[in-house]
C-alpha cells in the first residue's frame, strides 16, 4: 500500500514538472542595425554580405551565455529569432547600407542581385557574459566580384552590458557588431576610390 502510494505521488508530481515545462514559453531575440551615418559622400557599390561562419558553441538557436570561467550555459528558454549567422549578415547589410549611404547591400544569397563588392565573414569569438561585457572577433574580407585585389582585416568589438537580461545582450551584441561593420566600410570605400565607377558607353 505504501509503495502504491509513494508511486502515485512520483507520478504526481513528474506531472506537475511537466505541466510547467510545458507551460514555460521561449522569448526570441533579433540583431539590429545600429550603425550611424557619419555624413560621408555615398559609395555607388552593390554589396553581397555573406557567407558568416560561427564558432560551432554558439552556432545554435539557443543564446550562449559565459558563467564562470571555463563554463557556459545553453539556454533552452531564450533564443535567436533565426540562424544566427543569418541574423550577423542581415545586421552587418544593414550597417554598410547606412555607412556607406546605398541601398544596394543584400544578405547573400539573393536572387537577381549583381553586387560589385562580396563581404565574407568568419567570427572567431561571439562571447556573451550576463552584466559584463560581450565580445565579437570577426576575420573579414571584400572581395571585388570583377576581381583584384581582396582588403581583409580583424576587429575585436567588446561592448558593456550593464543588466543581466538578454534584450542587453543582444542590444550589445548589435552594438559590436557596428564596429565590426564600420572596419568594413572602411575597407570598401578605400577599394571605391582605388577604383572609379567606368563611365558608361554613349
Known sequence: MMRRLANFVIAGMAALAS?????????????????TSDGAPAVRRAIAVGPVALPPSVDRPQIVVQVAPNQVRVDEFHRWAGPLDDAVARA?????????GT????AAPVSGFAPT????IDVQRFESVPGDRVVVEALWAVRPAAGGNVRSGRTVAQENVTEKSFDAIAAAHSRALATVSADIAHAIRADASARPPRARAR
Open 117 to 120: 563588392h562580396r563581404v565574407t
Open 103 to 106: 541601398a544596394d547591400v543584400a
Open 92 to 100: 552587418v547589410a544593414g550597417d554598410l547600407a547606412v555607412l556607406l
Open 19 to 35: 505541466i510547467g515545462c510545458a507551460s514555460a514559453s521561449a522569448k526570441f531575440y533579433t540583431l539590429d542595425s545600429t550603425a
